[in-house]
């Protein structure tokens, strides 16, 4: 087993390039040069777990950063999970790509697939770890942190204590696990242990809180909603709901809307959504724990380029490249705007 410990807060790179976002599920940019000894121009793919507005802000990260190196690269969304992701993976080997960034949908029975990509191109993990496979590093946030970081939060909107019900795709992810045990122990007052894991369906009661359960929609946002609206006609003293996945927060804003609960109870939030930011600017949501999806496409396409040639890549010893998430409040939503803008402002 791989064990990693944090040991580098990489700066954000800033390196905008002209670039060309887009809806589609993929994005690929032509280059000229060659990995070593292949005689035809690099490949790197940049793999998502979904498809979600998060994952956009991905692709232009990774973009800039082909364009700037001169690689070719590509972003693929799985629309139909983990064999969707697994036919995505199999086509690239099968086309010679030279390294691949891949967030897996399900670490634990992935890592045949992920071990045999190992073998046939650089294989990093973004955004959701895969800590037993031969993966050369991760890069991303420590899931475990931001979710105690979300824990605060909900601490802040309900200081005496409170019903709580938290919302995500999917527990197989090691990142949605991660960030729902931070989440639970800070609110039980627990000491932190990662490798702890409550059983979704559990009430878990202590220091005055209780959480009702967590509720999975494996990326279904009909399903999504509805786990809302269940949870709102079975639980009349909820205090907080909070949506763990970029496009859970949103679904929890438009149910509370329709049943003339919104503002009534409170919503902590991750990911930067732009409904879930206008909520956190009107004070309909109490704020967000964000991630840097940007710096994720662009870090790894950079980090994969390094590899490819033999280089070293910093933090990569301790296999993990920190990019550090923070907490996003009413009063950081401006500034946090307008620097996603300027980010993104060369797609256009």
Request: net charge neutral; with cysteine; aromatic share 6%.
């Amino acid at each position: 087993m791989k064990n990693w410990i944090p040991r580098h807060s990489l700066a954000c790179w800033a390196a905008l390039a002209a670039l060309s976002l887009g809806g589609c599920k993929k994005n690929a940019t032509d280059s000229t040069q060659t990995a070593p000894g292949a005689g035809k121009p690099r490949n790197i793919a940049f793999v998502t777990n979904g498809v979600a507005s998060f994952w956009n802000i991905a692709a232009a990260g990774a973009k800039a950063a082909g364009e700037e190196l001169g690689v070719k690269t590509q972003t693929l969304m799985p629309s139909e999970g983990i064999s969707d992701q697994k036919r995505i993976v199999e086509d690239l080997l099968t086309r010679g790509v030279h390294g691949i960034a891949i967030s897996p949908i399900d670490s634990t029975n992935q890592t045949e697939l992920l071990n045999t990509a190992a073998r046939r191109a650089k294989l990093i993990t973004q955004d959701s770890d895969a800590p037993d496979s031969d993966r050369l590093l991760y890069v991303g946030m420590d899931n475990y942190k931001a979710g105690r970081m979300c824990g605060e939060m909900v601490r802040e909107t309900l200081p005496d204590g409170g019903s709580v019900m938290l919302f995500v795709g999917r527990l197989e992810q090691e990142n949605a696990r991660l960030r729902r045990q931070g989440l639970i122990d800070v609110l039980l007052g627990r000491s932190e242990d990662r490798a702890r894991f409550d059983p979704p369906s559990t009430v878990l009661e202590g220091n005055g809180y209780k959480v009702l359960g967590t509720l999975t929609d494996q990326f279904d946002r009909a399903q999504g909603k509805a786990n809302v609206e269940d949870a709102l006609a079975k639980h009349p003293d909820l205090g907080c709901l909070v949506g763990l996945f970029a496009y859970n927060p949103p679904l929890i804003l438009e149910a509370l809307e329709q049943a003339q609960k919104l503002g009534k109870i409170q919503v902590v939030a991750f990911d930067e959504d732009d409904a879930t930011l206008d909520a956190v600017e009107k004070g309909t949501a109490h704020g967000t724990v964000v991630q840097n999806p940007y710096l994720y496409g662009y870090k790894s396409v950079e980090i994969l380029n390094a590899l490819i040639d033999g280089r070293k890549v910093p933090g990569a010893d301790g296999q993990f490249v920190d990019v550090p998430a923070r907490k996003i409040r009413k009063a950081d939503v401006a500034e946090f705007r307008a620097d996603l803008k300027s980010k993104l402002q060369a797609v256009k």
